[in-house]
């Protein structure tokens, strides 16, 4: 089960797109140091700090998967993969957007509750929907090297 323990990176995870597989070593990184900053302190700032650094990422980084599905037509070669891929890229945006509203107003997430969603969700996500998107990819351009 994933908890909120660090993350190993392991083979399991990579889709073999170069620079989504590189935007997810990064993320998985920044999820990893942040769980180690946490656990010395869980102020509202770093609270603040680290949510902000990892919705900026976030959002870069699924712009990259989602200029890569216009890129390849994947909406209308696979739409309910592709559906349900946005949706699940805009529910965690909208997530962290609700907690950065609840550390502002002095409803702090625990380390543990952030750190099981950030960790249950980014790697749920890659196994699923980022490694299919990859397949999909990859079976139309076998030489991709992004
Ligand atoms: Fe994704």
Redo the contacts with the bound molecule.
Sequence with gaps: MIGHDLIVWNDDLVTGIVKIDEQHRILVNSINDANTRLAADTSAELLNQISRDLLSYALYH?ET?EELMQEYNYAEASAVDSDL?LQ??REFSAKVVALREGIKTGDLISREDLLTFLNGWLIN?ILK??KR?ATFILNKDSTVKR
């Design positions: 699924f998967e891929h699940q890229h996500h929907m980022d998107l």
